[in-house]
């Protein structure tokens, strides 16, 4: 699986977050600056993954070869995504590049902000964070994780969060299809509202959804 590095910006859109609350959990943060543009305005922002287990010139290494490498399956499938987002392909690989150098460069000055951990357990202790995020793991990786899986990560993402996980995107990587096991795994979790909202971002055809679970 690639670690990529997207921005705050592609955050933003992708989760439609309009403010911060005070503290934020970024799971998985892979290359993203996120938590070091999170941090820069005050949050109590951290990052988990298990990519952070890797010494530091490993995680370099592993964050710089996964730039190009995202691009080749925008390129494998390309009627499967629209750029008005972005504007053109050139623009994404700059907001990625910068993005991927911040996070090399927060990493290296802030350490504490990244702790290594992999769903379903994660290192934090009950309701730790008030918002939870989680772009480009669960559900886009639906044909590498199963069901089992994917309700043990939402049950997890929920125990960490105080009021709010917010998933996007809600379809498989590459082509986009849908996740057949998406509505069966959301009607099990317990003490939880679960809507599916639109956002202002869409890279993948029809990727314009995020799902967020609320505590009841
Ligand atoms: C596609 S990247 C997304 C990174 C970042 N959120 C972004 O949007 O650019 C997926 C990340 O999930 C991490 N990952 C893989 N298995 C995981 C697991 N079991 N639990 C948590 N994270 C995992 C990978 O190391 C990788 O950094």
């Not at 309701?127 to 089992?148: I, K, N, P, Q």
């Not at 099990?188 to 890279?203: A, M, N, Q």
Request: proline content about 6%; some cysteine; glycine content about 6%.
């Amino acid at each position: 699986m690639l670690v990529t590095s997207r921005s705050y910006a592609e955050y933003e859109a992708m989760f439609d977050l309009k403010e911060l609350p005070e503290s934020v959990l970024d799971c998985s943060g892979g290359g993203s600056s996120f938590t070091a543009e999170a941090a820069a305005r005050g949050v109590d922002a951290i990052a988990v993954d298990p990519a952070y287990e890797l010494a530091p010139a490993e995680l370099v290494d592993t964050v710089r070869r996964s730039l190009p490498a995202g691009n080749g399956i925008v390129d494998e499938h390309q009627g499967s995504f629209v750029w008005h987002w972005y504007g053109e392909p050139a623009r994404r690989d700059e907001m990625r590049i910068d993005a991927a150098d911040r996070f090399l460069q927060d990493v290296t000055t802030s350490p504490e902000r990244y702790v290594p951990g992999s769903l379903p357990d994660l290192p934090f202790p009950d309701r730790r964070f008030e918002l939870v995020l989680c772009s480009h793991l669960l559900f886009t990786w639906a044909d590498t994780f199963d069901r089992v899986w994917h309700l043990a990560a939402l049950r997890e993402l929920v125990r960490v969060a105080d009021s709010e996980v917010r998933i996007f995107p809600l379809v498989i990587q590459g082509a986009g299809e849908s996740v057949p096991f998406l509505p069966d795994v959301l009607a099990e979790l317990d003490g939880v509202t679960c809507e599916i909202r639109k956002v202002p971002y869409e890279f993948q055809v029809g990727a314009d959804e995020m799902l967020v679970i609320t505590r009841t």
